[in-house]
């Protein structure tokens, strides 16, 4: 047997010096903007916004436009994760008793004159709620800054489903406007497995993704196919999970029917038949693990199944 290769440990990324990055404060809005943002800020007032302030961002440079602008021209990118209601009216609550709003979103300008946000979903419709007529945006100049804003959104945690619905959503948006090939998303998409998940969860909402998201973690990896063509292959990738998802399915109510009663039976049964389960470490090839599966799925005994190795297994799947 050849001599096991040492795990690969990540180094961590040494901290910079204090103060040794980016612009001084006197001088964010001392030179002249460039052209493409004078454009923007002409548009912005054309389109019943007020400019409040043009500077550079105090760590990249970049030019923005802190902006008043009307509410009706305002709309989430269309990649966002599903509003919460409970959330927008947390919101409104907290906004309408301050009495302020202190936490500009940010936006971008299409070539017909609305204003995406990537990040200000719900404050957006917060505003709304409160009958608000305009809202302060941070308009930036460069359209894929929105498609790219996905890596600092934190403005509310995430679920499986969840992400994976964003991440799809924002690569089926980058198919049509930058083409590049998948892997040079990674940054973006966070995770190859959230693809071909959104994917499921597009086509199946209740989709049991959290019971196949560590299977797909270790099979899974970014394509270097181009943005449309990978997302064929994800589609094919979906509709073949989906179909073990059937198999699985039967498997859990013949447990049922044996008198099985879990909530975690069906996480149970991928466990079962999860080729790489006592593999620490390994990783496979997509569809070859997944035949796997199917063909462990279809010869599954339940009539070997004892009780105890259920309650054993008993535990949340991870993801």
Known sequence: MGEKKPARTRRKKKAAEPGSRGLNASRLAT?????????????????????LGT????????????AGLPVERVAPTPFQRDLSPAHVERLAQAIDKLGRFL??????????????????HHRLAAVRQLG?????????PEM?????????????AHNLRERALEVIRLAQGLAELDPRPERQFATEFEEPSLLTLGLCYQQQGRFAGSVYHPVLKRVEK???????????????????LRELETEVSAVVAE???????????????????????????????????????FSAARRFDVSRIRADQLAR?????EG
């Open 103 to 120: 936490d500009p979103i940010v936006a971008v300008r299409t070539d017909e004159g609305a204003y995406w946000t990537p990040n200000g």
């Open 222 to 240: 970014f394509l270097g196919t181009k943005l449309p063509k990978a997302l064929e292959t994800r589609t094919d990738r979906a509709e073949r």
């Open 132 to 140: 608000g007529k305009s809202i302060t945006a941070l308009v930036v």
């Open 255 to 293: 447990l049922k029917e044996r008198g099985f009663e879990s909530p975690y039976l069906k996480a149970f049964v991928v466990a079962r038949i999860n080729p790489l389960r006592f593999q620490r470490g390994a990783t496979a090839e997509f569809d070859e693990t997944i035949e796997k599966m």
């Open 31 to 51: 030179a002249s903007p460039p052209a493409s943002v004078v454009r923007l800020a002409e548009a912005i007032q054309a389109d019943g916004g007020s400019v």
């Open 313 to 317: 297994a008993s535990s949340p799947p």
């Open 55 to 66: 500077y550079r961002d105090p760590l990249g440079g970049a030019w923005q436009i802190l």
């Open 144 to 156: 894929e800054v929105a498609y790219r804003i996905l890596v600092l959104n934190t403005e509310k």
